[in-house]
């Protein structure tokens, strides 16, 4: 079984900015295209951005598009998101995924995902 892990969340104030990082916990699992999520309290999953094996193509929600940007180190195996002005409402536990097949902003499209990681931003 994958496992992803995800880092780097916690509280900032609204403005300020937050990388996270995602891997997969063991050495076997190179990472493909890969995909985040994310989840507030009584709301439904909903895609965030992703990014292709080669890092070439981008696809990011209108909610966070100019905010945040996805990328990957692939010498790491590692997929980061780099979030900046952050606001009250990205307020979320987020979740990277590995994609599968379908449509990139599906998460029924991810097949292993991570255990997420909490960001809270105060207005």
């Known amino acids: 079984q994958v496992q992803l892990v995800e880092s780097g969340g916690g509280l900032v104030q609204a403005g300020g900015s937050l990388r996270l990082s995602c891997a997969p916990s063991?050495?076997?699992?190179?990472?493909?295209?890969m995909g985040w999520f994310r989840q507030a309290p009584g709301k439904v999953r909903e895609f965030v951005a992703a990014?292709?094996?080669?890092?070439?193509?981008?696809y990011y929600s209108a909610l966070v598009k100019g905010r945040f940007s996805i990328s990957r180190d692939n010498a790491k195996n590692t997929a980061y998101l780099q979030m900046n002005s952050l606001k009250p409402e990205d307020t979320a536990v987020y979740y990277c995924?590995?994609?599968?097949?379908?449509?990139?902003?599906?998460?029924?499209?991810?097949?292993?995902w991570g255990q997420g990681t909490q960001v809270t931003v105060s207005s």
């Open positions: 063991g050495r076997t699992f190179s990472l493909s295209h």
């Open positions: 990014i292709t094996g080669s890092g070439l193509n981008t």
């Open positions: 995924a590995n994609y599968r097949d379908g449509s990139w902003y599906s998460s029924a499209s991810y097949n292993y």
